[in-house]
């Protein structure tokens, strides 16, 4: 997967320029990379990959433990809760006024997909927040034993 990800890289970097009929950009001025579809569907293949990698994960996890101790199996459960009440709350957070996008004649730019848009803006700044702390915290953890 590193390796595709690489090769569509350089392709969005390197591969050149939408020929001038082709372009979306109502700016001729403005960079658009032939490549940027190619960027872009690949990032979506990732997410739901990751998606599926992590129900997968839960399930199975939560279904063994379960077995053994379901107290704990429900403990398990409480990172879903947290990611739940972050997503609401960043919800809440986002903002719905339509962008002003010079050229743009799509259906996307409603109250609807900016706070979605936002929603995950905002639980990626959270997430990589806490990561950032974790790590922190766990290595000075390592330290003191």
């Known amino acids: 997967m590193l390796l595709i990800t690489l090769i569509i890289l350089g392709l969005f970097f390197f591969g050149g320029e939408t020929p001038m009929d082709q372009r979306v950009v109502a700016d001729p001025s403005l960079s658009e990379p032939l490549y940027t579809d190619a960027i872009l569907y690949w990032n979506y293949i ?15 996890q939560f279904g063994s433990t379960f077995a053994d101790s379901p107290k704990t199996a429900l403990k398990s459960l409480v990172g879903i809760a947290l990611l739940v009440v972050v997503l609401v709350v960043t919800w809440a957070a986002g903002d719905a006024t339509p962008l ?8 996307e730019n409603v109250p609807f997909w900016l706070k979605l848009t936002d929603m995950f803006i905002y639980t990626l700044y959270i997430e990589v927040g806490v990561m950032i702390l974790l790590m922190i915290g766990f290595g000075a953890a390592k330290k003191f034993k």
């Open 100 to 107: 002003v996008i010079p050229g743009y004649e799509g259906t």
């Open 46 to 60: 990732l997410f739901v990959l990751g998606v599926i990698a992590i129900v997968v994960g839960v399930v199975y």
